[in-house]
């Protein structure tokens, strides 16, 4: 038997150098587009189903209103913000994140909070999750992640050796997995969890400067979790339950809302923050501490109708992070950089060509550009040119545009492995101590459930990072497997 590892390469036989760091401009990005084999595995990963979603595949969805409560002029000139009391009409889409359309809203896994705001400036999406972290920070090792949240290629079953094997050599995923793990990992229905933007984002003032943020909402009905057994039950009893409930709420008029919050960093507090913690306000693994970044009011958010038709509205609603507003700006996140190709990229694969021209994808402001043709194009243009006329005096371009400058880069392009520095323990160990008493101890019953079938040796690297992140957390899941007899 041959154990030699067979040798990584493009479809087209080209070996691959590295498959763990993206090629980035400097140690924090952004990404280069030439690396090819990224974009090869992403544009392969977002093909891989039809028609479903890869991720995020059952949802449930709403339209509503943004409605602003607190003045945030100062710091960003995008349009929806320009005045208290102003309405923006939103889409809202949740889902679970691993699972197939056919199953139950119940299961432990991630729940997506997709945001549609159209604004007069076209449409902002803010596609983030019910978690302000997430597994991983490089957006070449996601296909590999989700590949081991779906079904063994072999047994077609749902594999916990293959989630544990992924997580247990990566320890960046365990902030998120404490979290998937503890109560909040499977919400009572989705009006009383909370949802993030999770990436770090950025507003432009009118001076062109720059804050970095985070964006949170707040449940109004309260947060609300269901235990390990209850959500199993209803699993079984009723698998919709939180389409239902969502759909029910709204058809009695009981509107749910959400505190919409910005946490902000400015330039100069990131490098401070940065020397002082090591660690990167861009990483998605991490969440910038509530004491070190007050969250700020911003409005308020609530969902009002229910869709007439959940194919042509819920599931054919297409978000990408690439869709910002005039004021509103990225950051060199990786993960985020990585998204904001491959959700566009997904849309086009999984809804069409011209999925921007459907009902619910539609900007409420005019729209002018040169695409022409494809499968159903409805709006074409008409007679008007099909191309842009070459300015010949030029643009004179500054920054991104809109007034947004560009950020400084540092380093040399290349692959950076940040895991040698980078501490993935001290964050997931704040969380863990920041539980209950009996919110720990399901969180260890939770974990040991679903480690207790893994093999020793997956197990054992898997309970060293519990080890790291808190003597108290690894002591807990081994006594918590003793006794379950494992």
């Given at each position: 038997?041959?154990?030699?590892p067979?040798r990584?390469t493009?479809a087209?036989g080209?070996?691959?150098p590295?498959n763990q760091?993206s ?11 030439q ?11 977002n093909?891989e189903?039809?028609p479903e979603?890869?991720?995020h595949?059952?949802g ?16 960003t ?5 320009e005045a208290?009391?102003k309405?923006t ?5 949740f889902?679970t994140v691993g699972g197939e359309?056919?199953?139950?809203d ?12 159209y604004?007069?400036d076209?449409?902002w999406?803010?596609a983030?999750n019910?978690?302000p972290?997430?597994f ?7 296909p590999?992640f989700?590949?081991t949240?779906?079904?063994?290629p ?19 995923s365990?902030?998120?997995?404490t979290?998937?793990?503890s ?5 009572d229905?989705y009006?009383h969890?909370?949802?993030f933007?999770?990436h770090?984002?950025s507003l ?5 400067e ?8 707040k449940?109004?009905?309260?947060v609300?979790?269901?235990t390990?057994?209850?959500a199993l ?6 698998p919709d339950y ?10 009695r008029g009981e509107?749910?809302?959400?505190n919409?919050?910005v ?5 100069e507090e ?9 660690w ?13 970044f007050p969250?700020?009011p911003v409005?308020?958010?609530e ?7 959940y194919h042509?509205e ?5 978000f990408?992070?690439a869709?910002?507003?005039?004021g ?9 950089q990585?998204?904001l190709?491959a959700y ?9 060509t011209n999925?921007?021209q ?11 550009h040169?695409?022409r ?7 074409n ?9 070459v300015?010949a005096?030029?643009?004179s371009?500054?920054g ?6 560009g950020w ?11 895991r040698?520095e980078?501490?993935d323990?001290t964050?997931?160990g ?10 720990k101890d ?5 974990i040991?459930?679903?480690i207790?079938?893994v093999a ?7 309970l ?7 003597g108290d ?14």
């Amino acid at each position: 038997m041959n154990d030699t590892p067979k040798r990584l390469t493009t479809a087209s036989g080209i070996p691959v150098p590295d498959n763990q760091n993206s090629l980035s401009a400097g140690r924090n990005g952004p990404l280069l587009l030439q690396d090819f084999h990224l974009i090869e595995k992403l544009q392969h990963f977002n093909r891989e189903r039809i028609p479903e979603r890869v991720v995020h595949a059952k949802g449930s969805g709403a339209f509503g209103t943004f409605t602003v409560t607190h003045d945030i002029s100062r710091l960003t000139t995008a349009r929806l913000f320009e005045a208290i009391g102003k309405r923006t009409e939103a889409f809202v889409r949740f889902s679970t994140v691993g699972g197939e359309r056919g199953s139950a809203d119940t299961e432990r896994d991630p729940r997506g909070f997709a945001v549609r705001f159209y604004t007069e400036d076209g449409n902002w999406d803010l596609a983030g999750n019910n978690t302000p972290m997430f597994f991983i920070k490089d957006p070449i090792k996601f296909p590999d992640f989700v590949h081991t949240q779906k079904r063994d290629p072999q047994t077609n079953l749902k594999s916990p050796t293959m989630m544990w094997d992924f997580w247990s050599r990566a320890p960046e995923s365990l902030h998120q997995v404490t979290m998937l793990f503890s109560d909040r990992g499977t919400p009572d229905g989705y009006r009383h969890m909370d949802g993030f933007g999770s990436h770090t984002f950025s507003l432009i003032d009118a001076r062109g400067e720059r804050v970095w943020v985070k964006w949170h909402f707040k449940t109004q009905q309260g947060v609300r979790n269901l235990t390990a057994k209850d959500a199993l039950k209803l699993a079984g009893e009723d698998p919709d339950y939180a389409q239902r409930d969502l759909f029910g709420a709204i058809s009695r008029g009981e509107f749910p809302r959400w505190n919409v919050f910005v946490q902000v960093m400015r330039e100069e507090e990131r490098l401070a923050w940065e020397a002082r913690t090591r660690w990167s306000a861009f990483d998605l693994t991490k969440v910038w501490p509530h004491a070190d970044f007050p969250r700020q009011p911003v409005g308020v958010l609530e969902l009002n109708r229910n869709p007439d038709n959940y194919h042509a509205e819920v599931e054919q609603v297409a978000f990408s992070p690439a869709n910002i507003v005039p004021g509103l700006g990225f950051s060199p996140d990786k993960m985020l950089q990585g998204r904001l190709f491959a959700y566009h990229d997904a849309q086009l694969y999984r809804v069409g060509t011209n999925h921007q021209q459907l009902p619910v994808n539609r900007p409420r402001c005019p729209v002018h550009h040169h695409q022409r043709d494809g499968a159903m194009a409805v709006a074409n243009g008409g007679a008007e040119p099909n191309y842009g006329a070459v300015i010949a005096a030029g643009t004179s371009p500054r920054g991104f545009g809109h007034g947004e400058p560009g950020w400084a880069l540092e380093g040399s392009a290349g692959r950076y492995d940040p895991r040698a520095e980078d501490d993935d323990y001290t964050q997931a160990g704040n969380l863990f101590r920041l539980l209950t008493a009996a919110e720990k101890d399901s969180l260890v019953r939770n974990i040991a459930g679903a480690i207790r079938s893994v093999a020793v040796d997956i197990r054992e690297r898997q309970l060293a990072h519990f080890d790291r992140a808190d003597g108290d957390y690894g002591a807990g899941v081994r006594a918590a497997l003793l006794a379950l007899g494992g």
